[in-house]
């Protein structure tokens, strides 16, 4: 069955360091997405993704953040000098239909971010 | 502001019994999805419905769009059903608004 991969599983990173965190979306999946889970709290939406530029993002999702598609295949999400608070599992979705008619999500099984 | 409430927050249930999550909605929704988190972290989507009700195994979800509330239902639920139950919804246009969860415990 096909599915969504995340690295890292976990990164532990000093505060101020930038991190990449990598998806690799289902492959006839055009819409991606970036969600952020603080230990304890709701998953919370950080930007979607469609046809190679974002097509919506959160009052989260400010410079500090980017997402890339480098090429085929990957979607990372670049967190630039990180802060304490940024620790939080950081969860990849995709779906073959987007935007109004969303379709069913697939989730990557995340990636735990540590900052020190 | 677009909210996504959950009923009840914690819910310890013995193996075998019938559980119902409720999930309730602010404005009008284009889909709602059930979520399931394993204590690992891991999410699956269980449901996307935009109507009516769906059934899968022992799982059953059902919408009321007046009413703006969904419930998932679980039958005969077993120990390996515990986890975290999350209720999503898209509302038209926008992105997912994620509810705070049910944590689900069944014991045996």
Known sequence: EPE??????????Q??????????????????????????????FLVSFYNNEISEKSEIFDDQFSVERPDGSNFTLKIRSTK?????????????????RTGELFFG???????L | KNEVEQSPQNLTAQEGEFITINCSYSVGISALHWLQQHPGGGIVSLFMLSSGKKKHGRLIATINIQE???????????????????CAVSFYGQNFVF???????VLP
């Open chain 2, 68 to 86: 703006k509330h969904s419930s998932l239902h679980i039958t005969a639920s077993h120990p390996r059903d515990s986890a975290v139950y999350i």
């Open chain 1, 15 to 44: 505060m101020g360091q930038e991190v990449i965190l990598r998806c690799v979306p289902i492959s006839n999946h055009l819409y991606f997405y970036w969600y952020r889970q603080i230990l304890g709290q709701k998953v919370e």
């Open chain 1, 4 to 13: 969504v991969t995340q690295t890292p599983s976990h990164q532990v990173t």
């Open chain 2, 99 to 105: 509810g705070p969860g049910t944590r689900l415990s």
């Open chain 1, 109 to 115: 099984e995340g990636s735990r971010l540590t900052v």
């Open chain 1, 84 to 100: 304490l608070e940024d620790s939080a599992m950081y969860f990849c979705a995709s779906s073959e239909t987007g935007g109004s």
